[in-house]
């Protein structure tokens, strides 16, 4: 029985390219997929230029006036882009104390008619204005590009993890339609008149993989065990935090493990907490039961090895393996962010809220 885990693994990236130690680096990789959900991955080759510039812009990108930061508001923009206020997001209940620009990787619009809801999903993010902070859109863009990259280059190497070709799960990704991938920039306040300390509750991400660059010196992040118990995850410098999408849990028969996680707000008189997570997605009319992955026998059996999972509190993105991806994405963003769910897509919103716009979020 594999124990449960009290600490976050550190995983060497640049393993992978000596061919002495690769094989070191994806038996770390299998052990963290199958018992644990969450790595450091260090090393990486996203450019250490982009991600300091991208880091540097975080705070500035606050900064600007709350006019220019209204006029990119969330609720313009069906593709759920753009800036949301303190307090704006739902999570397992409560106000998210956060506030936040959401962006993505460079995508038109792909909706047509007659196409479902859900492919409205993907198409142009909402920028703050060039002249109010010069370069930072370039700049996100280079290193949204870099993460993407790696994004593809992990999920090769988790395929060989696993046992199978590394190109497993190309079906994925490889449609008629390109991929548009997701991003934040967040801001945790720290405690002093906020309704609670949930910058964000507990929650799976969706999608494959999570890449979090964390911005600022602050701990914050929690990543639920096994056995229930919240395992601190402090920022390393240098390193990305990654963690496995309910989506890959999914496709991998439960192999991959999905972990629980949320972020505490910085302590009072404390400065702001700063994060920069990418989303990995798959394409939006994929349902992931529909493609099955051939795992062998022995590697299955690695799931009955690990230790006894009790419930976790997180329980969003159950609809996978039901509906298609972007059908589930949807309800998660409709849960999320009501008040772009009531603008944009009015009929989910009153399927999601029955009641009317929520007082409280009750989504998951």
Known sequence: MTSNFSSIPILDYSLTTDPERREEFIAQLRHVLIN?????????PVPRDDIDAIVDYAPR???????AKDKIRMANSEHFYGYSKLGAEFTKGKLDQREQFDFGTECDSVWKPGDPDYMRLWGPAQWPEEELLPGFKAAMLRY?????????????????ALELPSDALKAFFETEMPVQHWAKVVKYPPLGDLASDQGVGPHFDAGFLTFLLQASPHAGLQVQNLSGEWIDAPPIPGTFVVNIGKALETVTQGLA????????????????????????????????KDITLQLNDEILKLREQRA???????????????LPTGQVNLIGRVRSHP??????YPELFKQ?????FPVEGKAY
């Not at 990108?61 to 006019?67: A, D, H, N």
């Not at 999905?258 to 349902?287: D, E, M």
């Open 144 to 160: 949204l590009a870099g993460v993407e990259k790696l994004s593809y280059e992990l999920i090769n190497l988790l395929a060989e």
């Open 339 to 344: 008040d772009v769910a009531q603008r944009h």
């Open 352 to 356: 999601c809220f029955p009641r009317g």
């Open 61 to 67: 990108l606050f900064e600007i006036p709350q006019e």
């Open 257 to 288: 493990r999905a972990t629980s996680h949320r972020v505490l707000s910085p302590p009072k008189r404390s400065t702001p907490r700063y994060s920069i997570p990418f989303f990995q997605n798959i394409s939006l009319r994929v349902s992931v």
């Open 308 to 322: 006894e999972a009790g419930a976790p509190d997180s329980v969003n993105y159950a609809e996978y393996g039901q």
């Open 36 to 44: 644990v959900g969450f790595l450091y991955l260090s090393n990486s």
